[in-house]
């Protein structure tokens, strides 16, 4: 169905193309190895962020980023199995299928920096890898955080983990990326989104994201901006 079609932007002969493809389910549940990952929550979670994060992807994850292509270091799709999305090989690596993940990656909508000066500035001099710096008239500068969601192995029983590109945290500013009540980090650029008990088996990744993830995002840019109370207010 439509809403199973998944979209990436790539370069060709110097233009930007669109690539397109049905979500292979099979192949993606393959890869959690999870009995209770089941298909009909798969198609549930890959509709709910079709309908939200429509330009997010879902991917295996080596650790906090997206598993490279062992051909070309491109991204890898659900595409007929798991294969890249700029070679278009397919991969049977292994090692990576025994040590990946499930994830999705993509960027959060563009967040303001204007009112952040100190970190705009270092942010507009130089943006971290995987992140885009723009300017619109309608909103000023902004900042568009790429981020990776990541299904853990026992998913549902276990929230899903949300982790952070290497790079933003080398910004001038930023905190460290260690494990810290201060910036709510549990080290490895994850998040820290969930007190014991508050992580329920119904949540969808998409949730984890709008509703924790996003929130996380502002208030460490506020942090890195100078506002070491940032992540003492409740949202």
């Given at each position: ?67 490279p ?88 029983a276990?929230?899903?983990q ?14 460290p ?10 080290g ?16 969808t ?31």
């Open positions: 169905m439509a809403d199973l079609m998944q979209t990436y932007p790539r370069k060709r002969d110097g233009r930007i193309e669109r690539r397109t493809w049905r979500v292979d389910l099979d192949a993606a549940l393959a890869l959690t190895r999870s009995k209770r990952f089941d298909l009909v929550r798969l198609e549930a979670e890959v509709r709910e962020m079709a309908e939200h994060f429509p330009r997010w992807v879902l991917t295996a994850s080596a650790g906090r980023e997206p598993a292509c062992p051909s070309c270091g491109g991204l890898l799709v659900f595409d007929r199995g798991l294969r890249c999305v700029e070679c278009e090989r397919a991969t049977r690596s292994r090692a990576l299928l025994k040590s990946a993940n499930l994830a999705w990656f993509g960027l959060l909508p563009p967040i303001g920096i204007d009112g952040l000066r100190k970190l705009k500035r270092a942010l507009v001099a130089k943006a971290p890898p995987k992140h885009v710096v723009g300017q619109r008239p309608e909103l000023g500068h902004y900042l568009l955080v790429p981020l990776l969601a990541r299904y853990p192995r026992d998913f549902p276990s929230a899903v949300v982790a952070y590109q290497p790079g933003l945290f080398g910004v001038r500013g930023m905190p990326e260690s494990a810290s009540h201060s910036t709510h980090m549990l490895g650029g994850f998040m820290c989104l969930f007190a014991s008990g508050q992580w329920r088996r119904v949540m990744a998409r949730e984890v994201l709008q509703q924790r993830a996003y929130a996380h995002v502002i208030k460490l840019l506020n942090y890195g901006a100078g506002n070491r109370r940032s992540f003492a207010k409740v949202s």
